[in-house]
Each structure stands twice: as structure tokens, then as C-alpha cells.
């Protein structure tokens, strides 16, 4: 067994096409750390999302912070400011998407329970202290959550969407 080359890797990247490409929103809303949204970008990146979207005090770039983390992946995702949150809800809706919130509720289901119909989805993901902001976890129309075993309840909010990017990776990869 031999590791591959940064340019290999690169070049077998660059072959590949993601099931998400066309079909995937992450949205980050409230987001105090700049490094994780340095991370989501990374994880956009790995996973070749369509959009990631920021909202709400979420740090956008450029910022050195989110760039040591994205290591440049910043400027290969394509990213949004959105500052009206009911009038980009409404056009997701318009659109077909499914808004879904990564959050834990009375109706959440379990991430590896989500069944696509297809549809492309949007992903909303909250503060890492108070989680999905209420007013926009109305307005989704589910709540996913990873499920845990242990003594704490939640995952730092770049680990969590790189959880969640991957299971939504293979849930369109076999659609």
C-alpha cells in the first residue's frame, strides 16, 4: 500500500462527481465561531455541496480565522449572505427543497431514518450553545438529529455537519 500524491488526490477529486452537487444547501445560522464556519466550508468542499448559506452573526469571509480553518476552501464553495430568512425559506419552498433542521425535538428522526424522495434539501444548523433558532425551526419541515450514545448531548456544529454531509452523501448517492 502507497499514499497517494496531493496531486493524485486532487486529480481523483476532480474525476468524481457528488450526488449533492446539485441538491444540497447547508445552512449556518447564528454561528459564533469563526472557525467552525472555517470548517463547514471545508466539509462543503469535501463533500461538493451546491450552496452554503450563512445567517443570522455568522462570521463570513474573508477572515483569516475562517481561512486557517477552510484552508482556501472559502474560495472554492459557493456561499451566501442571507439576511432575509422568511423570504429565502419561502423560495426553497418555492423551489422544491425540503428544509430540514439538524436539531433535537419532541419529532426529530434519527439522521440514518431520513428517506429522500428526491427532493433536494437544505440542512439548517444553529448557534453551538442554544442549537436551530425556534422561529426557523418552525419553519422547516423536520428535525433530523445524529443519534449519541454517551454522556453529552450534542457535537461541536462542524463535526456535526460533517456527520451529516456524509449520511446525506450516501442517502443521494443511492437515490
Given at each position: 500500500?502507497k499514499?497517494?500524491s496531493?496531486?493524485?488526490?486532487?486529480q481523483r477529486?476532480?474525476?468524481?462527481?457528488?450526488?449533492?452537487?446539485?441538491h444540497?444547501i447547508l445552512?449556518?445560522?447564528?454561528?459564533r465561531?469563526?472557525y467552525?464556519?472555517?470548517?463547514a466550508?471545508r466539509?462543503?468542499d469535501?463533500?461538493?455541496?451546491?450552496?452554503?448559506w450563512?445567517?443570522?452573526f455568522?462570521?463570513?469571509p474573508?477572515?483569516?480565522e475562517i481561512?486557517?480553518?477552510?484552508?482556501?476552501a472559502?474560495?472554492h464553495v459557493t456561499?451566501?449572505?442571507i439576511?432575509d430568512?422568511?423570504?429565502?425559506?419561502r423560495?426553497l419552498?418555492?423551489?422544491?427543497?425540503?428544509?430540514?433542521?439538524?436539531?433535537?425535538t419532541?419529532?426529530?428522526?434519527p439522521?440514518h431514518e431520513?428517506?429522500?424522495?428526491?427532493?433536494?434539501?437544505c440542512?439548517?444548523l444553529g448557534?453551538?450553545?442554544?442549537?436551530?433558532?425556534?422561529?426557523i425551526?418552525?419553519m422547516t419541515?423536520?428535525?433530523?438529529?445524529?443519534p449519541?450514545?454517551?454522556?453529552?448531548?450534542s457535537?461541536?456544529v462542524?463535526?456535526?455537519?460533517g456527520?451529516?454531509?456524509?449520511?446525506?452523501?450516501?442517502i443521494?448517492r443511492?437515490?
Amino acid at each position: 500500500m502507497k499514499k497517494l500524491s496531493t496531486k493524485q488526490i486532487l486529480q481523483r477529486n476532480q474525476e468524481r462527481v457528488s450526488p449533492l452537487q446539485n441538491h444540497f444547501i447547508l445552512w449556518l445560522h447564528d454561528i459564533r465561531s469563526l472557525y467552525n464556519v472555517g470548517a463547514a466550508f471545508r466539509n462543503a468542499d469535501a463533500f461538493g455541496i451546491k450552496e452554503l448559506w450563512l445567517s443570522g452573526f455568522t462570521p463570513t469571509p474573508p477572515r483569516a480565522e475562517i481561512t486557517k480553518t477552510a484552508i482556501g476552501a472559502e474560495e472554492h464553495v459557493t456561499w451566501k449572505q442571507i439576511t432575509d430568512i422568511n423570504d429565502a425559506i419561502r423560495k426553497l419552498k418555492k423551489a422544491g427543497y425540503v428544509i430540514a433542521s439538524l436539531e433535537q425535538t419532541d419529532k426529530s428522526i434519527p439522521l440514518h431514518e431520513f428517506k429522500s424522495d428526491g427532493s433536494p434539501v437544505c440542512l439548517v444548523l444553529g448557534n453551538e450553545v442554544t442549537g436551530v433558532d425556534h422561529n426557523i425551526l418552525e419553519m422547516t419541515d423536520l428535525s433530523i438529529e445524529i443519534p449519541q450514545f454517551g454522556m453529552k448531548h450534542s457535537l461541536n456544529v462542524s463535526v456535526a455537519a460533517g456527520v451529516a454531509l456524509y449520511a446525506f452523501y450516501d442517502i443521494f448517492r443511492s437515490t
